[in-house]
C-alpha cells in the first residue's frame, strides 16, 4: 500500500512535493525548494536555509505561472509582495548554462 504524500521508488519511499508554479506533484529531487530572506525569494537547492519552504521546477515557465497565481503570497504565508529577481537570475542562470 502506497502511503500518502511518498512514492515508492525502488525499495525506499521518496518524498513528493507540488510545484507552486503548474501544481504537478513530483518527487522532491525534480523541484527546487524556496525560502524567503528579508522579502525576498532565494533558491535553496541544498535545502539548508531555515524557514517555510516552497518547491518550484527549475524552469522560468513555471515561475511565470507561479507569479501569474499569486502562489508565492499563499506558499509562504507573506503579506505583501515578495521580491523574485535572485530566483529569476538563478533560473535564467540554469537555462543559459544549458544551451552554452
Do not use: N, W, Y
Not at 50 to 74: I, N, W
Amino acid at each position: 500500500m502506497r502511503r500518502q504524500g511518498k512514492l515508492e521508488h525502488g525499495h525506499q519511499a521518496t518524498p513528493l512535493r507540488t510545484c507552486v508554479g503548474c501544481r504537478v506533484r513530483t518527487v522532491k529531487s525534480e523541484l527546487l525548494r524556496l525560502v524567503v530572506v528579508e522579502g525576498v525569494i532565494v533558491p535553496d537547492p541544498r535545502g539548508r536555509l531555515p524557514g517555510r519552504g516552497a518547491s518550484l521546477h527549475p524552469s522560468t515557465r513555471c515561475l511565470e505561472l507561479a507569479e501569474r497565481r499569486r502562489a508565492f503570497t499563499r506558499a509562504f504565508r507573506a503579506q505583501g509582495t515578495l521580491d523574485v529577481a535572485v530566483l529569476r537570475a538563478h533560473l535564467e542562470g540554469l537555462t543559459h548554462g544549458r544551451s552554452g
